[in-house]
Nanobody
Framework: QVHLVESGGGLVQAGGSLRLSCAAS????????MGWFRQAPGKEREFVGG????????YYADSVKGRFTVSRDNAKNTIYLEMNSLKPEDTAVYYC???????????????WGQGTQVTVSS
């Protein structure tokens, strides 16, 4: 059974940093794309960034490019979302997801974590 477990969320002031983790288990993800999404109250879930697990190739939404970095640790079967220069508009529940095809929409991903709250105060 696949499990994705996010951690690392919290409250941070604008301009600060946080690092989210997503521990993956239950299958091999070497051929998967791993994505980070976020959802703010009243808004649709939106793509933030992703990584091709085996190649390590990353891709980002324009809104976070240059501020957020996705990485992975193969030994720990974990992916990370390093968030810098955080803004109040980054406030959302952040989700980790895994999918077998490339995509930036939620429907492109097969497995989801439970989410972790990130709140950025002004």
């Amino acid at each position: 059974q696949v499990h994705l477990v996010e951690s690392g969320g919290g409250l941070v002031q604008a301009g600060g940093s946080l690092r989210l983790s997503c521990a993956a288990s239950g299958r091999s993800f070497s051929n998967y794309r791993m994505g980070w999404f976020r959802q703010a109250p009243g808004k649709e879930r939106e793509f933030v960034g992703g990584i091709r697990w085996n190649a390590g190739i990353t891709y980002y939404a324009d809104s976070v490019k240059g501020r957020f970095t996705v990485s992975r640790d193969n030994a720990k079967n974990t992916i990370y979302l390093e968030m810098n220069s955080l803004k109040p508009e980054d406030t959302a529940v952040y989700y980790c997801a895994a999918g077998s095809i490339y995509g930036r929409g939620p429907y492109d991903y097969d497995y989801w974590g439970q989410g972790t709250q990130v709140t950025v105060s002004s």
